[in-house]
T-cell receptor
Framework: KAGVTQTPRYLIKTRGQQVTLSCSPI?????VSWYQQTPGQGLQFLFE???????NKGNFPGRFSGRQFSNSRSEMNVSTLELGDSALYLC?????????????FGQGTRLTVV | LAKTTQPISMDSYEGQEVNITCSHN???????ITWYQQFPSQGPRFIIQ???TKVTNEVASLFIPADRKSSTLSLPRVSLSDTAVYYC?????????????FGRGTSLIVHP
């Protein structure tokens, strides 16, 4: 079956702009989580959506938001981009959620803010 | 606050067994320990998950002592293709919700 698909793969944006990233989970998976990966901070949890509801949220400012659609596809939005938002953004899907389950990651979206 | 600590890097040679230990002193009672592997420009890939004692699958073993404050990922007979970054993952429940918390990762380099 198809894996987790993230689009776009690469993105370059200017400070102050906003960006929307997309994630299509594995068919049948209802949980979608987002992570930010940087050399300095490593892999950090942003938020999790399950059946269109945000279930958990990491310690990120309100500029980072997300949503999930009825088909489980998810989008992540970052407004007023800062240079420090440059990172690899990873999406993961799982059957039931982030706790004690196997998560399947996409290849990520590499965001560069200039 | 859940915090995981693992070695930054390790070196090994083909055919050897590699053991990577992660400490997680504040692991929640009902939380499992999960390990992931990541290659450059790819998302992490699940390796193994366990709660206590020993778990084994076709690629690795996971050893968890009775106090569950650490875990050791064991990779038998590594090959060059096992060169990757390995992460342990536990949850932080200190804020009332479950926050998946990755370690900083262990960069394993396998030499010929």
């Amino acid at each position: 079956k198809a894996g987790v698909t993230q689009t776009p793969r690469y993105l370059i944006k200017t400070r102050g702009q906003q960006v929307t990233l997309s994630c299509s989970p594995i068919s049948g998976h209802r949980s979608v989580s987002w992570y930010q990966q940087t050399p300095g901070q490593g892999l950090q949890f942003l938020f999790e959506y399950f059946s269109e509801t945000q279930r958990n949220k990491g310690n990120f400012p309100g500029r980072f938001s997300g949503r999930q659609f009825s088909n489980s596809r998810s989008e992540m939005n970052v407004s007023t981009l800062e240079l420090g938002d440059s990172a690899l953004y990873l999406c993961a899907s799982s059957l039931t959620g982030t706790m004690n389950t196997e998560a399947f990651f996409g290849q990520g979206t590499r965001l560069t803010v200039v | 606050l859940a915090k995981t600590t693992q070695p930054i890097s390790m070196d090994s040679y083909e055919g050897q067994e590699v053991n990577i230990t992660c400490s997680h002193n504040n692991i929640a009672t009902n939380d499992y320990i999960t390990w992931y592997q990541q290659f450059p420009s790819q998302g992490p890939r699940f390796i193994i998950q366990g709660y206590k004692t020993k778990v084994t699958n076709e690629v690795a073993s996971l050893f968890i002592p009775a106090d569950r404050k650490s875990s050791t990922l064991s990779l038998p007979r590594v090959s060059l293709s096992d060169t990757a970054v390995y992460y342990c993952l536990v949850g932080d429940t200190s804020g009332g919700s479950y926050i998946p918390t990755f370690g900083r990762g262990t960069s394993l380099i396998v030499h010929p």
